[in-house]
């Protein structure tokens, strides 16, 4: 993984004794880093840009480049991940020569030869996914987002927020309760900071939490009850690059006071189901647990003889509407990992086929011409 060649030059490494200042800095990283000798600096991307990254280090945000080597591989640092630098004094400038390896990555895309795939985000521990009470809480969206959070390797987490507008907010925590098993569902109201507390388990020192949850449901507001009043989190930040021009950024990592950091990132928010095969399998337990006496091993649960799952939905143990939620995102799944595969022209050109098909089938079976 590491890019020898550049990390043997020789010479010690002046920089990397104040570690403990990159909030999720730990051993296994330390040791990761200790490959590299010479004029290296640890640090973790705080926003990507197209050509630059800002980069947290100890004591400062800099700016940085990313080599070509890196790029000439496809490796693309993204927020949140730890990288190594190399400083160039005599330029004055920093370069990102090689990311350390991630935890965990929410991506978005399809995975495989395709080379769909884009990952957004890196070493999140939580994903705090928001809605809030009204019509945004949509709890097919709601399995949406546990699929994907799921197979980012993060911890999932649903906050319900503006319980200061319902009535009755614990008879909706036990509807999401319901699809949502034993990810924990927390009430709160980000604006008369009610509940706020409930989530400190999830912002310990050195944890990283990301947001996600469509417009309006309050993810702004909630970071910046936790930021406090104080913090203008929205103002862009005036910087130099490494050719001496200014540039407008906008913060996408908040450090908040106890070493835990916040990502609050437009890919993050904007995120479609993706390769997430093993996170609809999590997100659907009870489906895959059902499935495990189905007649036929390779069952889609549709219309199979000895299907076990159907039978758990006659029998009324599964919502009807959950088997059909499995469906839509496991056909969304297949299509993506295909279209990725094969190009989605020729996709288009299958899926028409077997239209055709099934209108021929179709007609037989009704008698209809
Ligand atoms: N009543 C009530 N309103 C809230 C609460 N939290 C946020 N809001 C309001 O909901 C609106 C949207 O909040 P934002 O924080 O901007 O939502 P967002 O999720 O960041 O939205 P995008 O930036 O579009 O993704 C604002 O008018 C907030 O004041 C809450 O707990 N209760
Ligand atoms: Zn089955």
């Not at 990283?29 to 004029?39: C, D, M, N, Q, T």
């Not at 521990?125 to 928001?130: P, S």
């Not at 297949?334 to 099934?358: C, N, P, S, W, Y």
Request: one cysteine or more.
């Amino acid at each position: 993984m590491n890019n020898h060649s550049e990390a043997e030059t020789s010479g010690h490494n002046p920089v990397h004794s104040d570690t403990n200042t990159i909030p999720g800095w730990n051993e296994e990283l330390e040791l990761a880093f200790s490959a590299y000798k010479g004029s290296y600096t640890p640090g973790r991307v705080t926003s990507r840009h197209k050509t630059v990254c800002e980069v947290l280090v100890p004591g400062a945000v800099v700016q940085a480049g990313i080599s070509g080597a890196l790029q000439k591989i496809g490796k693309q640092p993204v927020v949140g991940d730890f990288v190594v630098l190399l400083d160039q004094p005599e330029l004055g400038s920093r370069m990102i020569v090689n990311i350390l390896p991630r935890r965990t990555y929410l991506s978005r895309g399809a995975a495989g030869n395709g080379g769909g795939e884009q990952v957004i985000a890196a070493n999140l521990d939580t994903i705090f996914i928001v809605t809030s009470v009204g019509k945004d809480l949509n709890l097919r969206r709601l399995e949406r987002y546990l699929t994907i959070v799921y197979s980012s390797g993060a911890r999932p987490v649903i906050l319900l927020n503006k319980i200061d507008l319902e009535d009755n907010p614990a008879r909706l925590v036990e509807k999401i309760q319901f699809i949502a098993g034993n990810v924990p569902v927390i009430p709160l109201s980000a604006l008369s900071k009610t509940g706020l507390d409930t989530l400190s388990p999830y912002l310990n020192p050195g944890e990283t939490v990301a947001l996600i949850g469509s417009s309006g449901v309050g993810k702004s507001t909630l970071i910046n009850a936790f930021l406090g009043e104080t913090v203008q989190r929205t103002s862009g930040i005036r910087e130099d690059d490494e050719k001496g021009r200014h540039t407008t950024t906008v913060r996408q990592m908040f450090p908040l006071p106890n070493g835990a950091v916040l990502i609050d990132n437009p890919g993050i928010r904007e995120i479609q189901l993706g390769d997430s095969a093993d996170g609809l399998e999590k997100a659907f337990s009870e489906i895959v647990d059902a499935a495990r006496n189905c007649k036929f091993k390779d069952c889609t649960h549709r219309d199979e003889p000895g299907c076990t799952v159907l039978k758990a939905v006659e029998d009324g143990l599964i919502p009807e509407e959950r088997l059909a939620s499995y469906h839509r995102l496991t056909d969304e799944l297949i299509f993506q990992t295909k279209k990725a595969e094969i190009g989605l022209k020729r996709l288009e050109k299958e899926r028409f086929k077997k239209i055709a098909v099934d209108i021929k089938k179709y007609k037989k079976f009704t008698g209809k011409p």
